[in-house]
């Protein structure tokens, strides 16, 4: 007689590992390092009903973090041009910490939000991204080679940064409505390709802006790779992206001269477009471990130009040292594994490409600014998110982080989820006004009706004339009741 096996419940293994157990086959590191991460993040979280909402408290507090370095290093990076041009030092600073303030509530409020409802205003929001794109060209503002901003009082505004969460919003929209065509390639292209991404990249190219037109080409690409597109059409994509990007550099002189001078070459001029990212690359030599302090920096002195903006990294390399750098480093890894996290746990095709282009968006255009600092990349005029100056970026890049937090929310257990914004804000007197209101009406209605439902001041007969006025006036019904038999 052969016996049949049992499984055991004393010790069960990995569910990453159980497979190769059940085969005889030795546990890969690969299959390791997997398992290890399903029991950290399942031990951080939670399951089920317990499910403790880490992934978006992460997201929150690294998110407020690289604002607030944002910030404090925008004020040292600023100072001394600010000064030296007549200006208050805390200026720049300033205008940053409002945006923050601004973005910050936009962020809460959004997190609030159920993102279905995203899905009314996205057609609106990405005609308006086409209109604000259009104005830049007609009554826009040059800076820098780039026609981005459109001056707004004392502020400005640059709409290619707004483009972006509304093209990750329609997207996300059109997507999750031809879910079921997406595998023919007409159905997968039109209309998110062509016209919606291709005319948005367009209108930027037209502002001689290459560099958020890459970071738009990259969040079309996430969108598409999340919605589960066949993969040769992004090996066509990457072809005809690359030869146009191509194009488009040769066909410039001053991109021509950046890359001759990225690969040490020199331009036919004889300048050298790369003193930015080779001063950049002094100011993090020198920082060493600990950096040389805060507002410290000696490469800010005009030796880097825009050193609070694109070339931000450096000045923290320089002031606050590998320390420093590796500190904004993993602050962005945590909050990558985060959106990871949340982008994974989608089973909606909206959800999911809405997450994990933000996702893509913010830490692409990440990796690219690290990259052009450090000399991996030739120079290109792309921000840092969260620490850049920058308003437009800024209020942009919080916005899309709330509506990721409100996606994390909905994943947390209905008991743990954070109902106010604040305990003393919008959200806490809207809820007094309500709690208010309805005590009224409930004191109205008590107040103009008695027990018995009858107006007030109508005298109540009492009991024993009511009992006996109900069993005259209902004989019938008292008839019908049988009679207790006796035993």
């Known amino acids: 007689m052969v016996s049949t096996p049992t499984r055991t419940t004393a010790a069960r293994p990995a569910a990453a590992t159980a497979p190769a157990a059940k085969a005889g086959k030795p546990v890969t590191p690969v299959a390791r390092v997997r398992g290890w991460s399903r029991g950290f993040w399942s031990a951080l979280e939670g399951s089920g009903k317990s499910r403790n909402g880490s992934t978006y408290y992460l997201i929150l507090g690294s998110t407020l973090a690289l604002t607030a370095i944002g910030i404090m290093m925008v004020l040292s990076a600023s100072s001394v041009e600010a000064i030296a041009a007549g200006e208050s030092p805390y200026s720049a600073a300033l205008k940053q910490g409002l945006f923050a303030a601004i973005g910050v509530f936009c962020m809460f409020l959004l997190s609030r939000v159920n993102v279905v409802w995203l899905k009314r205003g996205a057609w609106f929001a990405i005609l308006a991204a086409f209109v604000l794109l259009v104005l830049v060209l007609l009554v826009g503002r040059s800076a820098l080679g780039n026609q981005n901003w459109i001056d707004v009082g004392p502020f400005t505004f640059q709409p290619s940064e707004a483009a972006k969460l509304a093209l990750a919003l329609w997207m996300a929209t059109v997507l999750h409505r031809k879910a079921r065509l997406l595998s023919q390639a007409k159905h997968a292209l039109i209309p998110v390709v062509l016209p919606g991404a291709g005319g948005i990249i367009g209108l930027i190219l037209l502002g001689n802006d290459l560099g958020t037109a890459m970071i738009v080409i990259m969040i079309t690409a996430a969108a598409l ?24 550099a040769i066909t410039n002189p001053n991109r021509v001269c950046r890359i001759l001078s990225w690969t040490g070459q020199t331009c036919a001029d004889g300048s050298d477009l790369n003193y930015q990212s080779t001063n950049g690359l002094y100011g993090l030599a020198s920082g060493g471990w600990f950096g040389v302090g805060l507002g410290q920096s000696r490469q800010k002195y005009s030796w880097i130009p825009e050193a609070h903006n694109d070339f931000i990294f450096a000045i923290i390399g320089e002031e606050l040292g590998l320390v420093g750098t590796v500190v904004v480093l993993v602050l962005f890894g945590i909050l990558g594994t985060a959106i990871y996290r949340v982008v994974v746990a989608q089973k909606d095709m909206f959800h999911r490409v809405l997450a994990g282009t933000i996702m893509v968006w913010l830490l692409g255009q990440a990796a690219v600014n690290m990259a052009v600092v450090t000399g991996l990349a030739p120079v290109i005029g792309i921000p840092l998110p969260f620490i850049s100056y920058g308003g437009s970026a800024l209020l942009m890049s919080l916005c899309a982080i709330g509506v990721v937090l409100s996606l994390a929310r909905a994943q947390m257990a209905p008991g743990m989820q954070p109902k106010r914004m604040f305990r003393y804000g919008p959200a806490a007197l809207a809820k007094s006004l309500r709690d208010a209101r309805a005590a009224r009406n409930r004191g109205r209605s008590a107040a103009g009706k008695s027990p018995a439902g009858k107006p007030a001041g109508t005298p109540a007969k009492p009991a024993a004339a009511t009992a006996a006025a109900t069993a005259a006036a209902t004989p019938a019904t008292a008839a019908k009741v049988p009679a207790r038999k006796r035993k």
């Open 225 to 248: 790779f999340f919605a589960g597109v066949r993969l040769y059409l992004f090996g066509l994509g990457a072809i005809l992206g690359g030869a146009v990007v191509a194009v488009l």
